[in-house]
């Protein structure tokens, strides 16, 4: 089955009890046994649950994995995928990672004895230069949040590979519909469900893909001995949610252009971040290796500060809030908001600077979301 048909029709659809075709809500904490050491194959939800089962298989198929495992929130998913290494472990990871992802690096697994080395993960050489003898994981994100840098999956896992590093990628911005990266020899794939695969800004929750069955059989008991999974009930919206993932991402890619083109020609603006942009230093990997550029446009207004507080005043159609992948468009402040919890040297090292705003580019009409842009640009 094909993309399309899979983001409807994988896992256990209709339900087998009573053949429901939307899949029912299992809002229960234990199943009772058939008979002594005899259950119907769920004893606790923690554990498993089957509503949960149906959207993990789902986004397992979606993205050509092994199995899937649904969490409470992405960085739930992050925390028990960083909870596969050890004290002493060191692991060497993107700088311009999501900042939640550095923060629980940095300021919570530092404090457990893991090693971090943030870099560009841009060329074999620089990856090369980090590896240590304990270096254990490489923490990949393409497209990253919020400067939409590229990096060649492929080029990352040939030299993980190499060195007998484990690949974890981030494919929250790029989704499976556009960005594959199994097909690349990444080990696990993770995701924060709360962006486009749920795409309604009405869940936060997360997701792992695994490739082998051990890392399945590592995933599934961390899950359950740190109790990070979802809600029955978020698990049923994200798969409400990914059945119109296919036709959202077409449409938010088709305005997020049309956003990125009328940011580029505009004299308010010193740069436009997407890499669908053939100005974008990334832009020819990202077309060897996605089928789509994604929905999320940055730009750095000139003016500093004052331009960028005018900025997100103004809006109307757009709103200012964190987050992103929904179908409402949402403007933020990378600086002050989302990525607040890096230290201003490094946030500015990276090149997230105080211009800088970040557009998640919903499905609203393209004409109304230009003459938002261009009415909170150009104050009359
Ligand atoms: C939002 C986000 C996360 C964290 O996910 P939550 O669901 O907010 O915990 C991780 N990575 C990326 C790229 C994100 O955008």
Same mark, same amino acid.
């Given at each position: 089955?094909?993309?399309?048909?899979?983001?409807?029709?994988?896992?256990?659809?209709?339900?087998?009890?009573?053949?429901?075709?939307?899949?029912?809500?299992?809002?229960?904490?234990?199943?009772?046994?058939?008979?002594?050491?005899?259950?119907?194959?769920?004893?606790?939800?923690?554990?498993?649950?089957?509503?949960?089962?149906?959207?993990?298989?789902?986004?397992?198929?979606?993205?050509?994995?092994?199995?899937?495992?649904?969490?409470? %929130?992405?960085?739930?998913?992050?925390?028990? &995928?960083?909870? $596969? !290494?050890? =004290?002493?472990?060191?692991?060497? @990871?993107?700088? /311009?990672?999501?900042?939640?992802?550095?923060?629980?690096?940095?300021?919570?697994?530092?404090?457990?004895?893991?090693?971090?080395?943030?870099?560009?993960?841009?060329?074999?050489?620089?990856?090369?230069?980090?590896?240590?003898?304990?270096?254990?994981?490489?923490?990949?994100?393409?497209?990253?949040?919020?400067?939409?840098?590229?990096?060649?999956?492929?080029?990352?896992?040939?030299?993980?590979?190499?060195?007998?590093?484990?690949?974890?990628?981030?494919?929250?911005?790029?989704?499976?519909?556009?960005?594959?990266?199994?097909?690349?020899?990444?080990?696990?794939?993770?995701?924060?469900?709360?962006?486009?695969?749920?795409?309604?800004?009405?869940?936060?929750?997360?997701?792992?893909?695994? %490739?082998?069955?051990?890392?399945?059989?590592? &995933?599934?008991? $961390? !899950?359950? =001995?740190?109790?990070?999974?979802? @809600?029955?009930? /978020?698990?049923?919206?994200?798969?409400?949610?990914?059945?119109?993932?296919?036709?959202?991402?077409?449409?938010?890619?088709?305005?997020?252009?049309?956003?990125?083109?009328?940011?580029?020609?505009?004299?308010?603006?010193?740069?436009?971040?997407?890499?669908?942009?053939?100005?974008?230093?990334?832009?020819?990997?990202?077309?060897?290796?996605?089928?789509?550029?994604?929905?999320?446009?940055?730009?750095?207004?000139?003016?500093?500060?004052?331009?960028?507080?005018?900025?997100?005043?103004?809006?109307?159609?757009?709103?200012?809030?964190?987050?992103?992948?929904?179908?409402?468009?949402?403007?933020?402040?990378?600086?002050?908001?989302?990525?607040?919890?890096?230290?201003?040297?490094?946030?500015?090292?990276?090149?997230?600077?105080?211009?800088?705003?970040?557009?998640?580019?919903?499905?609203?009409?393209?004409?109304?979301?230009?003459? /938002?842009?261009?009415?909170?640009?150009?104050?009359?």
């Amino acid at each position: 089955m094909r993309f399309e048909t899979l983001a409807i029709h994988a896992g256990e659809r209709p339900d087998a009890m009573f053949g429901a075709i939307s899949v029912p809500i299992y809002q229960t904490s234990t199943f009772v046994f058939e008979d002594v050491g005899k259950t119907r194959g769920y004893d606790y939800s923690r554990t498993a649950n089957p509503t949960r089962q149906v959207l993990e298989d789902t986004i397992a198929r979606l993205e050509g994995g092994k199995a899937g495992f649904a969490f409470a %929130t992405g960085m739930a998913a992050e925390t028990t &995928v960083i909870h $596969l !290494l050890k =004290a002493g472990d060191h692991v060497i @990871s993107g700088d /311009d990672v999501y900042g939640g992802t550095y923060r629980l690096f940095q300021n919570v697994m530092r404090d457990f004895g893991l090693e971090f080395t943030f870099l560009r993960i841009d060329s074999r050489q620089r990856i090369e230069e980090a590896i240590k003898p304990n270096t254990r994981m490489l923490w990949l994100e393409t497209p990253s949040n919020p400067l939409l840098n590229i990096v060649d999956i492929e080029m990352a896992v040939d030299v993980a590979k190499k060195h007998n590093l484990l690949t974890v990628i981030d494919n929250t911005f790029a989704t499976p519909y556009f960005l594959r990266p199994i097909e690349y020899g990444v080990d696990l794939v993770i995701h924060s469900t709360t962006k486009y695969l749920n795409g309604h800004c009405d869940v936060v929750g997360g997701a792992v893909v695994t %490739t082998s069955d051990e890392l399945t059989q590592r &995933v599934q008991f $961390l !899950l359950n =001995a740190m109790g990070t999974c979802a @809600s029955p009930f /978020d698990c049923w919206l994200v798969l409400r949610g990914i059945e119109t993932l296919p036709v959202r991402m077409k449409q938010h890619e088709e305005n997020a252009i049309a956003v990125a083109n009328y940011l580029k020609g505009h004299t308010g603006v010193s740069r436009v971040f997407y890499p669908g942009l053939e100005s974008h230093p990334g832009y020819k990997i990202a077309r060897k290796q996605m089928k789509g550029f994604g929905g999320v446009v940055s730009f750095k207004i000139k003016g500093g500060l004052e331009a960028v507080n005018s900025f997100l005043r103004r809006i109307k159609v757009f709103s200012l809030a964190e987050s992103l992948g929904g179908v409402a468009s949402l403007a933020e402040h990378p600086a002050t908001m989302t990525h607040a919890s890096m230290p201003k040297d490094y946030r500015e090292k990276v090149g997230i600077t105080d211009g800088l705003i970040r557009l998640s580019v919903g499905l609203e009409n393209i004409d109304d979301l230009i003459d /938002d842009l261009r009415q909170a640009l150009e104050p009359s």
